[in-house]
Each structure stands twice: as C-alpha cells, then as structure tokens.
C-alpha cells in the first residue's frame, strides 16, 4: 500500500483529504449531522467506513467457517 502524501493533522494519526461525494449523499450525511447522530461529516465518514470494515471481516469469518 502506498503512502499518501497529504497534510497531517496535530489529530491521532488522522490526515485530512479532499473527496467529491453525490450530492444526495452529502445531504443525507448533512442531516444524520443535525439530528446529532454524527458530530460532523468527518465522524459519520469514519463511522460508516469502521462499519463497513467490520461488516467484511465478519462476512470473511463467516466464508471460513464454511470451508
């Protein structure tokens, strides 16, 4: 895997990134923000991405135990 090469945040090992996203996905984040379900758009980013992490490694456990 490949290094990025962006500005390092003063932030836990966090780097800040430049993405374009639908816009009827950001507004939906836009709104999970408001109703306070994420503190902002970077924590429902990082939120759904562990989620989805999660999500695989489960579904890779559960293809082994098949086998």
Request: a positive charge; aromatic letters at 6%.
């Amino acid at each position: 895997m490949q290094k990025r090469m962006g500005k390092k945040e003063d932030n836990k090992g966090k780097e800040r990134i430049t993405i374009t996203i639908d816009d009827n996905l950001l507004a939906w984040l836009d709104r999970k923000v408001v109703d306070k379900i994420f503190a902002n758009r970077s924590h429902g980013f990082e939120y759904i991405i562990k989620r989805k992490i999660e999500e695989e490694k489960a579904e890779e456990k559960k293809a082994g135990e098949g086998q």
